[in-house]
């Protein structure tokens, strides 16, 4: 009888999409599975990079970070989930908040409907992104709060369930950043852009996986591994596509609708890319306009979190919550722009659109160019000038030297005791074929980069220089409101020029795989970055949700 009944609940786990799950609090709800010969297949793949040696993580455990809240994800029913589909799936915040307010359905029903998704597919082998690696424990009670509480003038953000890349501190989850070494890493405080997310009403669903260390861990290793949260996948196919990286999970998640939107990091591309890759709008703000306090960081110079949505007024909605003033970091900013209001009317007439000529080659981009001059862009094509980036490398290295240990002694928790990037090393050799089994070729060339001080401060001005120059004479010669790029294709010049990024989804390859187009304008050009984006998405209005992860 008993074997009966353990028989019956795995069926029942495992019943099809459109079947009832059951999940019970103490029971196993994830078993890893043999992913040999998984593994075997993937080393055909024709990008090295995807040639995996795990997909599954040896040290998150599922079933724990799925149990508290199975009970109530089981009680929401398949029928109340359908109904509420087309409500939810795809839309904006504004028609979410509008539905919400009309009474067709709860914040707390509108979590639940996320928490469905996530269920259904993370606890399928087949289907699962491994983008989840902690849940709100409290996100049911907060989200009835919101219920209880929503007024007439609160923000667009309340009530939204929200992911946050694992790199982002929060006080009530572990922030880990993939590594093993900060497993038990329980900030006691927020990170400042979460404390202003909570301080308008946002829900913190849970944390999602990302490239380890933020991809300035491993030499050649995958887009979105981390020793924590294992091999992240794109939704546009599975072991076909990278994610991008580094925030990985965080483009997969707001890909597959498993929240409202997500938060990334990027230093050079780190959002720009996993949201070019994953059909999402992506935004890399200036630095300064978000504050970085409270993130695990690479590099103080470049480094920004920024919103990744599956639409731009939800891009400028999270962009516009989490601003603020922070005494903690340097290069905070007040801001006074109003970013959603950007986007209301926008048109490309007249707009001044600097075309990179060799990207013309691309026949999407091509087709993109040509969409936006009917639409009455003015097209205007250069060669941008020639660029060194000479010493990229050295100021992300001497960089991440002096400032992770300001973040493990201020922001870690204190069962942490590593203090510095030798000790983190150190720890990695302690299991290296399970803490880092594409080795940690980025770490050994920090620790070996003996650049003087004297050096270093000359070629950072050298780099911002060179990607200053790369923009600004194209943009200043020809009046250009912005310059189009595909992808992450030009985000170190961007980074190092500091310049602001928006990747809006421009299309797909003949195989599936999503591309970008990606607008980059002046410093402190958010606003005029908007208003161009809304007008190209409501032209192209390419965004397609992954099949698979439609139901």
């Known amino acids: 009888m008993k074997q009966a009944t353990t028989l019956l609940f795995y069926f029942l786990l495992l019943t099809s999409l459109h079947g009832t799950k059951t999940y019970a609090q103490d029971t196993t709800l994830w078993n890893a599975y043999d ?27 599922k079933s724990e970070v799925f149990q508290q809240l199975s009970p109530s994800v089981s009680n929401f029913s398949e029928k109340r989930y359908n109904q509420l589909k087309p409500y939810i799936i795809e839309k904006d915040i504004p028609s979410i908040q509008d539905s919400i307010s009309k009474g067709i359905f709860t914040y707390e029903e509108l979590v639940l409907f996320y928490l469905k998704r996530i269920f259904m597919y993370e606890l399928d082998k087949d289907k699962s992104l491994h983008t989840i690696i902690a849940l709100n424990p409290n996100i049911l009670e907060q989200a009835r709060e919101r219920d209880k509480n929503k007024t007439t003038s609160d923000h667009l953000i309340y009530g939204m369930p929200i992911l946050l890349k694992d790199n982002i501190n929060t006080a009530n989850l572990k922030t880990t ?8 890493n329980q900030p006691s405080n927020d990170a400042f852009i979460v404390s202003q997310f909570k301080n308008k009403g946002a829900l913190i669903l849970g944390k999602v996986n990302l490239s380890e260390w933020a991809y300035y861990f491993c030499q050649g290793c995958p887009l979105g591994y981390s020793a924590i949260g294992g091999q992240t996948l794109n939704p546009y196919g599975r072991k076909r596509f990278e994610t991008g990286g580094s925030s990985a999970g965080s483009g997969t998640a707001t890909a597959a609708n498993y929240a409202i939107a997500a938060v990334g990091t ?15 709008v992506g935004l890399k703000p200036t630095i300064g306009v978000l504050s970085r306090s409270g993130i695990v960081p690479i590099s103080h110079t470049l480094d920004t979190p920024g919103p990744m949505t599956k639409n731009i007024i939800d891009n400028a909605i999270l962009l516009n919550a989490m601003t603020g003033k922070d005494e903690k970091d340097a290069s905070s900013v007040s801001v006074s722009e109003n970013y959603i209001d950007a986007v209301k009317d ?37 060669t941008p000038p020639k660029s060194s980036l000479n010493g990229f490398l050295t100021l992300l290295n001497l960089d991440m030297k002096e400032d992770l240990p300001n973040y493990l002694d201020e922001y870690a928790s204190e069962n942490i005791k590593v203090t510095n990037l030798k000790e983190v090393m150190a720890f990695n050799k302690k299991d290296s074929l399970n803490y880092m089994p594409y080795n940690q070729g980025i770490f050994d060339g920090i620790i070996s ?23 600004q004479k194209p943009i200043k010669k020809h009046d250009l409101d912005a310059v189009l790029s595909i992808n992450n294709y030009h985000s170190a010049e961007a980074a190092v020029g500091l310049h602001p990024c928006l990747t809006i989804p421009m299309g797909y390859k003949k195989n599936g795989e999503p591309i970008g ?3 980059i304008a002046s410093p402190f050009s958010e606003n005029t970055l908007y208003k161009i984006g809304a007008a190209v998405e409501k032209i192209l209005n390419s965004r397609k949700i992954p099949e698979q992860y439609a139901h």
């Open 517 to 519: 187009l990606t607008l």
């Open 346 to 382: 926008a048109s490309i007439k007249g707009k001044r659109l600097g075309v990179i000529k060799n990207l013309l080659s691309d026949s999407i981009y091509a087709a993109t160019i040509s969409k936006l001059k009917k639409a009455g862009a003015e097209i205007i094509e250069f």
């Open 35 to 61: 992913e040999t010969e998984e593994i075997k297949t993937q080393q055909e793949h024709a990008n090295p990079r995807m040639r995996y040696k795990l997909i599954q993580s040896k040290f998150l455990n």
């Open 449 to 471: 980069d003996t650049t003087s001080v004297e050096a270093f401060n000359k070629l950072k001005k050298n780099l911002h220089e060179q990607g200053a120059t790369f923009f």
């Open 266 to 280: 990027e230093t050079a591309g780190s959002i720009i890319s996993p949201s070019a890759q994953n059909s999402l």
């Open 177 to 184: 950043a993939g590594a093993k070494v900060l497993e038990d």
